[in-house]
């Protein structure tokens, strides 16, 4: 199965500023999943990222919140902008390689704390 | 849409009692369901997935799920829980198709076992 390294683990932010989170595959995807785990709730999809296409985003997300770049089939990063302490979540990425039958990869998560 | 529904926010069993976490699902077509599970401060791990005809899958660390069509449930057990089983149980959804299914979990089930 893919293996995915997600950066920052962690990080403590300012409001009014932005973050960006990257996710690096092991492997080439066609599709990237960016989900959203706020404190003591499920994870909900943001968006699904395709190389050479804008992100499709799910109801309740925007791009201009959450830009979404993905200039390859190995990497993706998802941007939290002009933050506000309701983003504190933990953000996640996820991929299917081979499709869903096979099951999902995902990211260790970042945990995001906005101050 | 596809969606699936998590009955009990929270579950105390005893170590050494059935563990049953219920998880129904919504869906149009014949869908893959999944178990995750997530310990504290920890990223996801699939425990198992229902893709195939086989209804009764077997997951790791003695779980098993079954699938029933006729009931729209995919309820999770294991004979015997121990205090390491404490953790956020998730159920999944997603279609049968391929790297560009989305994931769609339930609201998640925090399990708590006793001494």
């Known amino acids: 199965s893919a293996v995915i390294s997600q950066k920052p683990s962690r990080d403590i932010c300012q409001r009014g500023t932005s973050l960006t989170i990257q996710c690096q595959v092991d492997s080439q995807v066609t599709m990237m999943f960016w989900y959203r785990q706020q404190p003591g709730q499920s994870l909900t999809l943001i968006a699904t990222a395709n190389q050479g296409s804008e992100a499709t985003y799910e109801s309740g997300f925007v791009i201009d919140k959450f830009p979404i770049s993905r200039p390859n089939l190995t990497f993706s990063t998802l941007t939290v902008s002009n933050m506000s302490p309701e983003d504190s979540s933990i953000y996640l990425c996820?991929?299917?390689?081979?499709?869903?039958?096979?099951?999902?990869?995902f990211g260790s998560g970042t945990r995001l704390t906005v101050v | 849409a596809q969606s699936v529904t998590q009955l009990g926010s929270h579950v105390s069993v005893s170590e050494g009692a059935l563990v049953l976490l219920r998880c129904n699902y919504s869906s149009s077509v014949p869908p893959y369901l999944f178990w995750y599970v997530q310990y504290p401060n920890q990223g996801l791990q699939l425990l198992l997935k229902?893709?195939?005809?086989?209804?009764l899958v077997k997951g790791i660390n003695g779980f098993e799920a079954e699938f029933k069509k006729s009931e729209t449930s995919f309820h999770l057990t294991k004979p015997s829980a121990h205090m390491s089983d404490a953790a956020e149980y998730f159920c999944a959804v997603s279609d049968r198709g391929g790297t560009a299914s989305k994931l769609t979990f339930g609201t998640g089930t925090r399990l708590q076992v006793t001494l």
């Open positions: 229902y893709t195939s005809a086989a209804t």
């Open positions: 996820s991929v299917t390689p081979q499709g869903a039958g096979y099951g999902y990869t």
